[in-house]
């Protein structure tokens, strides 16, 4: 036993946080200095052999920490503090694994209430057409598969676009992915969950449509309370992967 305490679990990195690895190695050597542009997406996307959605998400969430500002004549520059700050940041960002995914999941519950609420109360008619093209992607999609993360996921986070907060929004991106992630790989909503998650959705683009913040808010809830109850069952913190995804 004191020889496997001795070792440490592997954690696996997402081509996105070796992409904020780079950054930050270029940050450190002076190579990446404030003010720099970076490359366009394609430049980046062909140098470093990955696709449009895993820079997008390194990009989006070093955006998020202020790291990277986005401006729509120059493109996107590395932002005006100094690199230890930089640095250390860049750091934290990549060490953020929580190791509490119980309370990640609590955070989700609390942003999707106010998001789907806000939604009730601001959505357009774009709004409720895209949140509908989710629900039937979604639908569609487990008629040809045992499960539809992603579509599942863009549902929701056609949602939180919808609440016209882009502070919601923002952390919807940046800690629902890695949750859908989680339950994708763990099959936690197997067993003829999709099915029910469906019609749940479905349930939820009618009060929003209905513009009844309270009925959303109690729809959203009822539809996550099967998460709610999964993570109360697990006894012991879980150590997360490098997207923030938890392991066991």
Known sequence: MALLNNFSQ???????DKIIRQIRDLITSGQLKAGDRLPSERKLCEKLGVGRTHLRDALRKLEFYGILKT?????????????PALEGLITDM???RGNDFKSLVETRVILETNSAQLAAENRTDKDLKEIEQALIAHRNRLKIADHAVEEDL?????IAEASKNSVLNSLMLIITPDIMQY?????????GRSDVAVKQHEIILEHIKNQDPQKVGDSIREHLSDISEYVK??????????NGTTLI
């Open 10 to 16: 592997i954690v696996i990195e997402t081509p996105a």
């Open 71 to 83: 401006h729509p004549q120059s493109g996107t520059v590395v932002a005006g503090m100094g690199i």
């Open 94 to 96: 990549l060490g953020l």
């Open 154 to 158: 863009l549902f929701h986070l056609k």
């Open 183 to 191: 339950f994708k790989t763990h099959n936690v909503c197997g067993d």
């Open 233 to 242: 069952t697990l006894k012991t913190e879980l150590p997360m992967s490098g």
